[in-house]
DNA sequence: CCACGTGCTAGACAATGTCAAGATAGAATC
DNA sequence: GATTCTATCTTGACATTGTCTAGCACGTGG
């Protein structure tokens, strides 16, 4: 309310925000590769040199940007474990799992800019903490899966980079939409049951 | 032997080989994101657009990049589909997953242009039908799996996609050295056996 | 009413992608 | 052997970008 006079505010009220948001979009528009901070400045209504003030330089806007989107992925990965509560350990992993892939799909930009902008997540503190936070709930998916099922002859830390992987890397096809050729008739929905369906095969050792 | 007079030589004699290897320097010293057409056509030793005679522009060189580095894994992938002729076909799978994600992690920089350099892939007409050309060894793979199993209740199509996706999934987390916290202490080889070694509860089913 | 700091602007610089125009050398043609 | 021809490379220019330095605007506290 207080910063929607017209254009010539001096202090724009909420430039992070107005900047992160313009970048969802320019990545939608243009791809991650073509985000700039002029660009980004120029949408939010402000001078070329102002997201320099918010965010150290350019990494470290999409750094603010992919922070945001570690959040809510991890928002959307717990709703994902809590609503399959009912269900066994197993069916919470694919739970999780699922959400995952439909965040890539969904949320395209966060994904883009969170896995394959080239950032160095570990060189940015607080983004580092972010990612492993949402990453926790896959991992207690996982320690769920070990407690519950008795899996003694398999190391856990294999079942959760097992599910990581399958995750992620059905998510980086599908926002590629890099099917096998003469695969995409299927929806996304199709893989996403069918991949995570086939880790149902787990049943069959204890 | 021609073209290695000095330096001011008209004609270089293999310029798009040359600039395709300052490209691969440049993306292990500085990331794929950090190519530019004026660097590699500097460590070329040729003038800042020479490059465009070549490859019609950045994303074109990008993706000429990345066309060779398809041919290679296409090659890899081949080799190692052939050296497991003995085992089953689901040991064949396992050895064409095992040699993706190998390829990942030992020509990093050919997997990251291929995969998180933003190129549009079906628009580059000769890359993408390069790239359809190295995922049709895994397909076939999996066509052996599906033929020789008799998996009369799996789509194959999900199987393919299903070990496609573990195999990039795996390799992106590799190269992002992004293992989940406190994993990172086994290497990749570790979870490499350990993940493909999970498909194998595949025998459960038939 | 005045310092004062936060939030932004303004101007400059080197680097980049891309385009247009020209130079150079080796092959083709006669 | 001289003359075109063509692929290959150079030179120069321009708009755009990231980043740096200096300075301006405005609300707050004295």
Redesign the pocket.
Known sequence: MTASRDSAV????D?PNALLAAVGEIVEEKGAAN?????AARRAG?????P???FK???GMLAAFAERGFEILRGELATARESATGGSALDRLAAVGTAYVRFAVHRTPYFDVMFRSGIDTPSHEHLHARADSALAVLMGAVGDLISEGGYTEVDPRHVAVYFWSLAHGLASLAVDRSMPPGLDELTIEDYIAGVFGMSQLFNGTG
């Open positions: 001096y202090h724009h009220g430039l985000v700039s901070l002029r660009e402000v001078s070329h040199s102002a320099a003030h918010h330089d350019k990494e």
